[in-house]
């Protein structure tokens, strides 16, 4: 078993920046694409971003210039760095990672959220 927990979270107002972090702890033998999505009130979750082992990166066109995604490898962890942020950013992010276990068994572990806010 694995678990994710993210953090960075919080308020701030429209402009500002954030860091989110996501680390990946348990049993891991590797772990393949790792990604960001976010659920705003009454909404689908979304995909903000992505990024796969080697480091090749995905985003949603609303995030595009504005978000950085990245990995480091050997904490496990990954990061979304998020500037210019918007009101219409407000929403709980999630990180989702495929994570393989020594046993080459994969599967799709989610963290529990963060709350983003982004005041006008």
């Known amino acids: 078993q694995a678990q994710l927990v993210e953090s960075g979270g919080g308020l701030v107002q429209a402009g500002g920046s954030l860091r989110l972090s996501c680390a990946a702890s348990?049993?891991?033998?590797?772990?393949?694409?790792m990604a960001w999505y976010r659920q705003a009130p009454g909404k689908q979750r979304e995909l903000v971003a992505r990024?796969?082992?080697?480091?090749?990166?995905n985003y949603a066109d609303s995030v595009k210039g504005r978000f950085t995604i990245s990995r480091d490898n050997a904490k496990n962890t990954m990061y979304l760095q998020m500037n210019s942020l918007k009101p219409e950013d407000t929403a709980v992010y999630y990180c989702?990672?495929?994570?393989?276990?020594?046993?080459?068994?994969?599967?799709?572990?989610w963290g529990q959220g963060t709350q983003v806010t982004v005041s006008s």
């Open positions: 989702k990672a495929e994570i393989w276990s020594a046993d080459l068994a994969g599967r799709d572990y």
């Open positions: 348990g049993s891991i033998f590797s772990i393949a694409v």
């Open positions: 990024i796969f082992s080697g480091g090749i990166t």
